[in-house]
Structure formats: structure tokens, C-alpha cells
């Protein structure tokens, strides 16, 4: 999959040319055309951008309880988390939701370039049970009221719909997990006006029920999955219904945001510690696995969080090849850019990262100072 010693010619923001790099690259640059930049030494390293497959944009990732805040819709606390971003390496994030449509006018702002950012793939107000889990997140449909809700979320140019099936897992009892929200009629629903409207459903589901409805659905992806099954994940292989674990969300609350341990410190173990070897029995069975932070969530925050979920990617075992193209390929393909972003390849956008050094061997062993201020740089 990697090439070396290659030269990639980029004309026009579009990856133009990827060819053999014949010549010293001093003598490239002695040689390079007017209004041509070049960037090289000996060992850089050149990936495409990373794919962030589920964040908040309205959340700040800080605060105890996530809250909606209103008065967070302001273009400069917005814009320091796109930049975060960017910053990070991350060409591109699907946002999960929020009951303000925050993620909608960050989507609009960067598309209408009053916003520096990823380009962003927003989900508008998350769908969920009147009553149910996720108020922060979005409107309640009452029974019988969910192609009228839907028609709503369809209005605002959503880019996927975003589904809560499930409730939270908790950080006190292993492997509690809030109630199921939505009937296997009702999800299917869901993914049925979704479709006609050319739309994949990205499904908040935690407890293994809630992932098992929403593989009978038909859901495009798993978002969380705590407590998956082994037959849940060979049937997303045999579907190819992607997931996207979020581990970084809770192995963060192993430590309160103080540095403290926790109480709760135990549970939290074992719960990510479960995700983290389920996340590499689906690598080997053939599950589409993409790289989401949940950033927004209580201790994860925007860019950041990412390099922290890669890290826990290498600690369920995967090799740094397979961990990339998580955070690449698979996340083009979760989010439907498949065809633009992902790969680098003649006629693409070029969203690339140049990274001094192997990357690889940073995944293998993350050093520290792989920050927004250290290594990535993004071109
Ligand atoms: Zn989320």
C-alpha cells in the first residue's frame, strides 16, 4: 500500500501526479518553476488526511455533564475547535449531533468559508424517543410522529441521520447500559426514509440489543458499541456495517479531570479494556472499523482526543498499517467521501498530511510531543 521515494505532484489543490522520484531533491529545487512550492527532505512521510468519524461540535469536551449552551454559538469558540482539528490532521469529522443545530451552522460556515475547518459532515438534531436518553442531542418523536420528525431533519440538509438506539453506558455498574429506545419497526423506519432520501443512518447503540437491531435495520455504522457480541460483529463483517468504537471517551474517565482516580476506576477499566479486544477481533474478522473520539464528550476534546483513540487503537493491538487506514480509508468510507478522501491518488482533492519522519513508527510507539504543536502539519 505505501510507496517510497516518490515524488506527488499537486496542481490545482488536486493530487495531479504520483511518480518516481529519480532525482536528488536539492536538484529539484534548484530547478523548480516560478509559483512552485516544493516541499522535501529525506525522510518525510506523506498520508492522507485523517478522518474523525464522530464528534460534537457544539460540545467543548470540558464541562462535567455535557450541556447545551447556547451562548456556545459563537464563530470563535467554533473556530478554535475546527482549527483543532486541522491542527491534528484531521481533513474531515461527522458530527454526531446537538439539539441546537450547531453542528449545521459549523457545516455551513466552513462550506461558505466563514469558518477556517475540516470539511464537516453534520447529522443536524440526533433522532430520539420523546423521553429518552440524548435531550442534549436532539428532538424526541412521540410513536407514530417519526416520518414527520424526519421530514424536519431532511429540511435542513443533513448529511447523514443520526440515530440514539440506545442510552449511555454506565461508569458504576459493568456493563449497564441504558434502555433500548426505538422497536426494530421503527429503526427500520428510520433507515427507509433515510435511503429514499439518498441518506445512511449513523446509530448511537451501546448494549449488544441495541446493536443487534440496528444490524437487522440496516444501519450504515455502529457508533460506541460497548458490550458488542462476537455475532454481532460477524454479521457487520458479512453486512459490512461499520463501527466506530469510541474508546477514548470512556478510558478518559478513568482519571477525573483533575488527574484524580476515580471511584469508578475499576468498571471503567474493564469496560475499555473489553473494547479494546473486541476492536481487534473486528480488525480480524473484517469489520469496516473507523476512528471516532466522541470529542465533545465529557474530557475528550476536538483534535486532541484523536491521537489519544489512535494510541488505543496501537493497545488493542493493531498493527500501525491497520490503524491508518482506520483513520483513513475506513473513515472516507464511513462518513461518504470515499471518493474524494482516503487515499492518495491522481484526480483526488489533495487533503494530505506531511509528516517528518515514519509515521508508522509513531504508531507503534507513541512518543510524546505528538501534538498539535509537535508533529502534524497538515498541507
Ligand atoms: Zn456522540
Known amino acids: 500500500m505505501s510507496k517510497k521515494n516518490v515524488r506527488i505532484r499537486i496542481w490545482d489543490s488536486k493530487v495531479q501526479l504520483i511518480e518516481k522520484q529519480t532525482v536528488n531533491h536539492k536538484k529539484i529545487l534548484a530547478g523548480r518553476r516560478k509559483n512552485c512550492r516544493v516541499i522535501t527532505t529525506d525522510n518525510l512521510t506523506v498520508i492522507p488526511g485523517l478522518i474523525d468519524c464522530h464528534v460534537h461540535l457544539a460540545f467543548d469536551g470540558l464541562n462535567g455533564q455535557p450541556q447545551y449552551h447556547e451562548e456556545l454559538h459563537v464563530t470563535e469558540v467554533l473556530q478554535e475547535r475546527l482549527v483543532s482539528d486541522l491542527a491534528h490532521g484531521i481533513v474531515a469529522v461527522r458530527d454526531g449531533g446537538d439539539r441546537g443545530g450547531i453542528g449545521i451552522a459549523c457545516r455551513n460556515m466552513v462550506n461558505n468559508v466563514e469558518l477556517k475547518g475540516p470539511v464537516v459532515m453534520a447529522s443536524g438534531k440526533a433522532l430520539r424517543k420523546n423521553g429518552g436518553y440524548g435531550s442534549f442531542l436532539g428532538t424526541g418523536a412521540a410513536p407514530g410522529e417519526l416520518a414527520k420528525v424526519m421530514k424536519g431533519l431532511l429540511k435542513e440538509n443533513i448529511n447523514q441521520?443520526?440515530?440514539?438506539?440506545?442510552?449511555?453506558?454506565?461508569?458504576?455498574?459493568?456493563?449497564?447500559?441504558?434502555?433500548?429506545?426505538?422497536?426494530?419497526?421503527?429503526?427500520?423506519?428510520?433507515?427507509?426514509?433515510?435511503?429514499?432520501?439518498?441518506?445512511?443512518?449513523?446509530?448511537?447503540?451501546?448494549?449488544?440489543?441495541?446493536?443487534?437491531?440496528?444490524?437487522?435495520?440496516?444501519?450504515?455504522?455502529?457508533?460506541?458499541?460497548?458490550?458488542?457480541?462476537?455475532?454481532?460483529?460477524?454479521?457487520?463483517?458479512?453486512?459490512?456495517?461499520?463501527?466506530?468504537?469510541?474508546?477514548?471517551?470512556?478510558?478518559?474517565?478513568?482519571?477525573?479531570?483533575?488527574?484524580?482516580?476515580?471511584?469508578?476506576?475499576?468498571?471503567?477499566?474493564?469496560?475499555?479494556?473489553?473494547?479494546?479486544?473486541?476492536?481487534?477481533?473486528?480488525?480480524?474478522?473484517?469489520?469496516?472499523?473507523?476512528?471516532?473520539?466522541?470529542?465533545?464528550?465529557?474530557?475528550?476534546?476536538?483534535?486532541?482526543?484523536?491521537?489519544?483513540?489512535?494510541?488505543?487503537?496501537?493497545?488493542?493491538?493493531?498493527?500501525?498499517?491497520?490503524?491508518?487506514?482506520?483513520?483513513?480509508?475506513?473513515?472516507?468510507?464511513?462518513?461518504?467521501?470515499?471518493?474524494?478522501?482516503?487515499?492518495?491518488?491522481?484526480?483526488?482533492?489533495?487533503?494530505?498530511?506531511?509528516?517528518e519522519g515514519d509515521i508508522l513508527k509513531y504508531l507503534i510507539r507513541p512518543r510524546q510531543g505528538m501534538t498539535a504543536e509537535g508533529t502534524f502539519q497538515s498541507a
Open 161 to 355: 441521520v443520526k440515530v440514539l438506539v440506545s442510552g449511555i453506558v454506565s461508569f458504576k455498574e459493568y456493563s449497564k447500559v441504558g434502555g433500548v429506545q426505538f422497536t426494530l419497526k421503527e429503526l427500520e423506519q428510520i433507515v427507509r426514509i433515510a435511503a429514499d432520501h439518498g441518506l445512511k443512518v449513523m446509530a448511537h447503540a451501546s448494549s449488544d440489543e441495541a446493536v443487534q437491531i440496528c444490524i437487522k435495520a440496516g444501519v450504515h455504522s455502529i457508533e460506541h458499541g460497548y458490550f458488542i457480541s462476537v455475532d454481532s460483529l460477524k454479521a457487520m463483517a458479512d453486512q459490512r456495517i461499520a463501527w466506530v468504537p469510541t474508546v477514548v471517551p470512556v478510558a478518559v474517565q478513568n482519571q477525573g479531570l483533575d488527574g484524580s482516580l476515580t471511584a469508578e476506576t475499576a468498571v471503567i477499566e474493564h469496560t475499555y479494556r473489553r473494547q479494546l479486544q473486541m476492536i481487534r477481533l473486528a480488525q480480524k474478522l473484517g469489520v469496516i472499523l473507523g476512528v471516532g473520539t466522541d470529542a465533545g464528550a465529557v474530557g475528550v476534546q476536538h483534535g486532541t482526543g484523536y491521537l489519544r483513540e489512535l494510541q488505543l487503537y496501537q493497545e488493542a493491538g493493531l498493527t500501525a498499517e491497520e490503524t491508518l487506514m482506520a483513520a483513513t480509508r475506513n473513515g472516507a468510507y464511513i462518513i461518504g467521501m470515499q471518493d474524494s478522501l482516503g487515499v492518495i491518488s491522481p484526480g483526488r482533492p489533495a487533503y494530505l498530511l506531511v509528516l
